[in-house]
Structures are given as C-alpha cells and as structure tokens.
C-alpha cells in the first residue's frame, strides 16, 4: 500500500550529489562555501543553506569531521580516520593537502 509515488524528492537526490562531489575526490577540507563553489560548476543547482545542511548532517552520520581553524572558519574534513592536521596560516594550505586541490592559494 504505498501511493506515494512520484519519484525520489529533490532533496535526497541534490544530497547525493553533493555527497560525490566531497568525497569523489579522496581525502579533502573544504569549506561549505568551497562545496558550494564546486556544486554551483558541477551544476547542481543547490543553496548554500542546503550544502551547510547537508555538511552537518553528513558530521553528525560521522562520514565527514569539522576542523575549525582560528575559531573563524570551519572545514569539513572527508578523512575521518586519525590523521594530523597542521595548518599554516601564513600560506593558507594544509599539511595534508596536495597544493591542487582546491584551496584558495592567496592568503
Ligand atoms: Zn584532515
């Protein structure tokens, strides 16, 4: 007795979406603004509301961590397994980071 129907609900679908884009790419830090810079070139036509949503609910599933850095910024981290973070804030980059992956490089 389902009378549903009508396919999957955008939400879901937009969520998946942006699920490939974070973790498509290895292991990562990212900002919510980032996540969405990349949705908006991948065309998936989400809000920044909905990439902050679906980053804390990915955090609170334990699939992504937080890392704030300076108690200004927060970056969502898609390696959840114990690694060190070093973060140089003179050339803004990550230790972990290989120097393309998409962190903005002008500090
Ligand atoms: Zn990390």
Known sequence: MNAAG?????GPVKRMALGWLLFGKGARHLTAEMLYEEATLA???VSLATVYNTLNQLT?????RQVSVDGTKTY????VSA????YLET???WSTFGPASGVAEDA
Do not use: Y
Not at 83 to 86: R, S
């Open 76 to 79: 969502f981290d898609t390696n």
């Open 60 to 64: 609170d599933a334990g699939l992504l």
């Open 6 to 10: 009508g396919g999957p609900a955008p």
């Open 83 to 86: 690694h060190h973070h070093f």
């Open 43 to 45: 065309k998936v036509p």
């Open 91 to 93: 050339t803004t980059n």
